[in-house]
């Protein structure tokens, strides 16, 4: 008899399962009440990078006299992007939920939830579908965080799933919370014209990130004149007419046309019935061991509900080693556990951000021994070909093996760049490794090689 897999939750967690469990041999049922691709398509990664590329390209245009063009100025059509988001995401939706059809994944419209260790019950449409099941992989992602204080209305004062695009744009936009997605958003609105205050609880931007990186940043959105509330709690939010009032616990207030709150997110595992399985949760997280199994051991958690790192390709990674282990894949080859460690990640900020393994600062505090290599931009050529000579290449490894540990990337195509460091550290590859590498000329990636000397 095939292993009856039952999945809720159809973001990158969720599909990948699916599609890897379907092609080992599973029956697969995957429940989705909303859109196959998940928060991720529709809220997350892809609009906010797609509404990133067209402030990307308006910063680009208005630069580019620089480059020997006639100066350009473009304002932002809202009913254009709208549909460029839209196709964006129907675009995605159809190949992975094509993907899934190809694999014979059985498709449920409709919201799951648990009633016992082994059924799953989905409420669709046309009413209750009981399944039973050998494996159940929970993987219904998260969603904003809201505190009390604030009435998200959805016009002015905005969540992030309210930005794609907002129905007006912001002519000064205060965000609240500075980490990855409140630095995104600031850089996606300023680049759209917008005036912008950030709101930044503690003394710096990005406090999770290398200091020196996060400094380029702040530096960074200072030349664009976006103004730092830093040191300061939002503890009030209010609409008056069609301004938006932002006030903090050190007295100081910022007036704008929209606000936007950026302060994490909280996992979703109400209503899903878990305490029917016995499924322990903690923080509304389910707790997974290193085989992503809940408490139950066939039931297993994946994406932001399993409350490890909150990355779409974490949770895509996750998703197939889920399917990998439920149907024992690893039978005649070693199992390679996900290191979160090593994951790479970026901010698609302006100059881009990227980071993979042990940073510097964590190095330093750790009292570990490293050897770091920084080499910036400004002296290469394709940074200069590109008139844009900003940021840097830092390279932290082991003295004594050369072996690559981490490094940071800020400059252009850094999200791009990022995955060679990847590559070498997740492989233990060494500085020379990438040192000898006989790379395109001229390119970016040129930096990274020198950074490996
Ligand atoms: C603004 C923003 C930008 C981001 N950008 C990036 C980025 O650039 N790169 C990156 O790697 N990560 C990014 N992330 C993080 C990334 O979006 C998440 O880590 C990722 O979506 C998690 O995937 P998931 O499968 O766990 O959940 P989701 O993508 O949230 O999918 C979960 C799915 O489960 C469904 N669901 C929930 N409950 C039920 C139920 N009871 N029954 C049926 N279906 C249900 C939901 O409808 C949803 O479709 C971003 C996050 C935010 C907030």
């Not at 009913?79 to 994944?105: D, H, K, N, P, Y």
């Not at 809201?146 to 000064?172: C, N, Q």
């Not at 609105?189 to 406090?207: C, D, I, N, Y």
């Not at 556990?337 to 090593?342: A, G, M, P």
Request: aromatic share 4%; proline share 4%; charged share 25%.
């Amino acid at each position: 008899m095939r292993t009856r897999i039952v999945i809720i939750g159809g973001g990158p967690a969720g599909n990948t399962c699916a599609t890897t469990a379907a092609r080992l041999g599973a029956e697969v049922v995957l429940i989705e009440r909303d859109t196959i691709g998940g928060a991720a398509h529709l809220w997350d990664c892809i609009p906010s990078k797609a509404m990133i590329a067209t402030g990307n390209a308006r910063s680009f245009l208005r630069r580019s006299v620089r480059m020997g063009l006639s100066e350009v100025e473009s304002d932002v059509d809202l009913v254009q992007l709208r549909e460029r988001l839209r196709a964006i995401e129907t675009r995605l939706e159809g190949s992975v939920r094509s993907l899934l059809t190809s694999q014979r994944v059985e498709l449920i419209d409709g919201t799951g939830h648990l009633v016992g260790p082994r059924t799953v019950v989905a409420t669709t449409a046309d009413g209750e579908r009981t399944l039973d099941a050998d494996i159940i992989v929970l993987a219904t992602g998260s969603r904003p965080r809201i505190p009390d204080w604030v009435e998200v209305d959805g016009d002015r004062i905005l969540s992030t799933r309210d930005a794609y695009p907002p129905s007006s744009v912001p002519s000064h936009a205060i965000v609240v919370g500075s980490g990855v997605t409140g630095v995104e958003f600031v850089h996606m609105f300023e680049s759209m014209g917008a005036e912008v205050t950030l709101v930044v609880s503690r003394q710096h931007v990005l406090p999770q990130k290398d200091a020196e990186v996060a400094a380029a940043l702040e530096e960074d959105f200072l030349r664009r004149g976006v103004r730092l509330f830093k040191g300061a709690r939002a503890t009030k939010m209010e609409r008056i007419g069609d301004e938006v009032v932002v006030s903090c616990d050190d007295g100081r207030v910022a007036t704008g046309s929209h606000a936007l709150l950026a302060i994490g997110s909280i996992p979703n595992s109400d209503q899903l019935g878990l305490e029917s399985a016995g499924v322990v949760t903690e923080g509304g997280y389910v707790p997974v061991d290193d085989q992503l199994r809940s408490n139950i051991a066939h039931i297993y958690a994946a994406g932001d509900l399993s409350g490890r790192l909150p990355l779409s390709s974490v949770a895509s990674m996750q998703g197939r080693k889920i399917a990998e282990h439920a149907m024992g894949a690893y039978s005649h080859r070693q199992e390679r556990q996900i290191d979160y460690d090593k994951a790479a990640s970026a901010i698609f900020t302006e100059p881009e951000i990227a980071d993979v393994g042990l940073a510097e600062t964590d190095a330093f505090s750790e009292g570990r021994k490293v050897r770091v290599t920084k080499v910036p931009f400004s002296s290469h050529a394709k940074a200069l070909i590109n008139d844009d000579p900003r940021g840097f290449v830092k390279i932290v490894s082991d003295p004594a093996t050369g072996v690559v540990l981490g490094g940071s990337i800020v400059g252009r195509h850094a999200a791009e760049l990022i995955s060679i460091l990847a590559i070498a550290v997740t492989n233990g590859l060494t500085v020379t490794d990438i040192h000898e590498s006989l790379l395109v000329h001229p390119t970016l990636a040129e930096a990274l090689a020198e950074a490996a000397e």
